[in-house]
């Protein structure tokens, strides 16, 4: 895993064992049971950090429900996927987009907890008598990926200009947050290194117009293969945001 995280002292350990059960600290519970994926309208955005230990064998089917429950249900920002490395154990943090309504794409990205992309500036009146701010959504490159091989499915550039929950439910090739395919040269669909993607975002048009990747996450995908692609995309340095569908 090239790009993990040390895990903190008092990290809340949610497990999912091979047979889909899940166990908090180290008692069976369910996702109905654990307290931090109610609904709660009187609290805001829990930053206690979460460590999910998924087995190696499951699918991302099995982890979708806690993950809807966690993000929506309990406002829970910093929810991280354990690693194992020659014994060692490390997280690998999940940018979760959340919401999009002014001001802005709001995602919950792991121990940064919460941010926006884009900017505000502050207008004044003409005799300066009143200001107000308005958010400009910033233009960006978003590159759509999938996991085994990694390949890239598209390339657009703009805002992003539509409502994006964190279980998407259209295809891939449906609604796209950019408003126009990128017209220049790009990876090829099909599958490429993570090299030739580095050497990709790092190209002086590409990175002028601040990359965001995107890795889809199907059912079918295994849990492993999608959090170690999702420290791989961490290494090489552009926003790396984890979209989930439930088909």
Known sequence: VTASDPIPAGILTITIASTGQIYREGALTTIADLPEARNDLQRGVIRQPILLAADSTLSMRSVIPLFRELVEQGKCSDISFAVERSGQRSRVPICIPIAYSPPGLRFMDGPREINELGSYKTQFGAEGGFNRSIFIEKSHIWIELRTEPLRVESVTIGGWESCRPLIWTHTI????????????????KGSLTLETLQDFVRRPEVAHEAPVLLLFALPEDSVDTCVRRAAELRSIGPQVMFMLREK
Do not use: A, C, I, L
């Open 173 to 188: 090739d449906g609604r796209r947050p950019g408003g126009k395919f990128w017209s220049g040269d790009w990876p090829e």
